[in-house]
């Protein structure tokens, strides 16, 4: 979450140092959908915490490994599938690891490369967290748009992130 944060502050700042070259209405569209983004995820990350869940970065980790073949990746190509966070997934699987939500596996003769692997504590885990998740998405973001402004936003941050 601090990282989010930080990341944050810092575009804002290179933001504002680099207003001239850009055109105040994209700017202002580049302002929101930070603010937005921040708003949502801590307003869903307090809501995981109050119920006790897994937090976003936890799940996001999860979720990766759910729907990797044989719910298993290894920790360079997890660190590649992660959407909220990319540092320090050592110690965050070092902390799944230890509450039973994955577990790892040696990656054959290679002494340093292991697979994380999604346990079934886990994926009762992910079941528990999905509901809050869920609700947190439709009260804080998806709430805020008309079905023509979803299919806008869709498309429009899909080519930002070069899926489309």
């Known amino acids: ?14 933001v504002q140092l680099m207003a001239a070259d850009i055109d105040e209405s994209r700017l202002e569209a580049w302002r929101a959908f930070l603010r937005a983004h921040t708003a949502s995820i801590r307003a869903i990350e307090g809501s995981l915490a109050e119920a006790g869940a897994v ?17 298993r990746l290894r920790l360079r190509d997890l660190n590649q599938r992660l959407v909220l966070t990319r540092s ?54 998806a709430r805020y748009l008309t079905d023509e402004e979803v299919l806008v936003v869709t498309e429009a941050l899909s080519r930002v992130a070069g899926t489309r």
Do not use: K, N
């Not at 979450?1 to 290179?14: A, D, K, N, W, Y």
């Not at 937090?55 to 719910?71: C, N, T």
């Not at 110690?91 to 999604?118: K, M, N, Q, S, Y």
């Open 1 to 14: 979450m601090r990282e989010i944060q930080r990341t944050l502050q810092v575009s804002i700042l290179v």
């Open 55 to 71: 937090s976003l970065v936890e799940y996001d980790v999860l979720l990766a490994l759910y729907h990797a073949p044989e719910r």
């Open 88 to 141: 320090g997934v050592t110690r965050l699987i070092d902390r799944l690891e230890t509450g039973g939500l994955v577990r790892r596996e040696r990656c054959g003769p290679d002494r340093r490369a292991a697979f994380a692997v999604l346990t079934e504590q886990g994926i009762e885990a992910m079941r528990l967290a999905w509901p809050i998740y869920a609700r947190g998405i439709e009260e804080h973001f």
